[in-house]
T-cell receptor
Framework: DAGVIQSPRHEVTEMGQEVTLRCKPI?????LFWYRQTMMRGLELLIY????????DSGMPEDRFSAKMPNASFSTLKIQPSEPRDSAVYFC??????????????FGSGTRLTVV | QKEVEQNSGPLSVPEGAIASLNCTYS??????FFWYRQYSGKSPELIMF????GDKEDGRFTAQLNKASQYVSLLIRDSQPSDSATYLC??????????FGQGTTLQVKP
């Protein structure tokens, strides 16, 4: 199993540009999570999907952020337009559920975003 | 009140000692509790999970859960310098949402 795959690993962009982060979850996992990590705020949940459907996007900071999951093997997080305060490490994680028990919660390697 | 509270540390212990990491949570509906370890510049790595009240042991790690007190802890016995990292507590609610505490930084000094 290749684990959760994120791309790119590093992204440097200018303020105002569109940024797209990508994630491939572990095959068979039906939950997908997007997190953002900064020194000040720690690891924040932005949005999560179950069976490709967004369940809770209350953590998305602004309308500049959007996320999609067109199929079970791919998700994107888009920031448009980007701002310097969006600079952070963005993680994707996936998990599965059997009955009331949740499994997995495996993280990808993250995308380090720098907006200048 | 934050959903998950941890002492940010750093917690410094000598090599070979027991490190005790604590976490409190506000959601009484939380059913499962995960502990993650995160090395600097790396992604979080799951090291322990616990579902029931009491203790769960895995090698040098012991997780302790007290749902009545909304308290979960992680003990690391015979601490090694390689255990130096940030430890994140994460309760899971019934809908599978994983919310993290700020994390406790552990430093194990040789």
């Amino acid at each position: 199993d290749a684990g959760v795959i994120q791309s790119p690993r590093h992204e440097v962009t200018e303020m105002g540009q569109e940024v797209t982060l990508r994630c491939k979850p572990i095959s068979g996992h039906d939950y997908l999570f997007w997190y953002r990590q900064t020194m000040m705020r720690g690891l924040e949940l932005l949005i999560y999907f179950n069976n490709n459907v967004p369940i809770d996007d209350s953590g998305m900071p602004e309308d500049r952020f959007s996320a999609k999951m067109p199929n079970a093997s791919f998700s994107t997080l888009k920031i448009q337009p980007s701002e310097p305060r969006d600079s952070a490490v963005y993680f994707c994680a996936s998990s599965s559920r059997t009955g009331q028990a949740f499994y997995g919660y495996t993280f990808g390697s993250g995308t380090r975003l720098t907006v200048v | 009140q934050k959903e998950v509270e941890q002492n940010s540390g750093p917690l410094s212990v000598p090599e070979g000692a027991i490190a005790s990491l604590n976490c409190t949570y506000s959601d009484r509906g939380s059913q499962s509790f995960f502990w993650y370890r995160q090395y600097s510049g790396k992604s979080p790595e799951l090291i322990m999970f616990i579902y029931s009240n009491g203790d769960k042991e895995d090698g040098r790690f012991t997780a302790q859960l007290n749902k009545a007190s909304q308290y979960v802890s992680l003990l690391i016995r015979d601490s090694q310098p390689s255990d130096s990292a940030t430890y994140l507590c994460a309760p899971i609610g019934g809908v599978g949402k994983l919310i993290f505490g700020q994390g406790t930084t552990l430093q194990v000094k040789p």
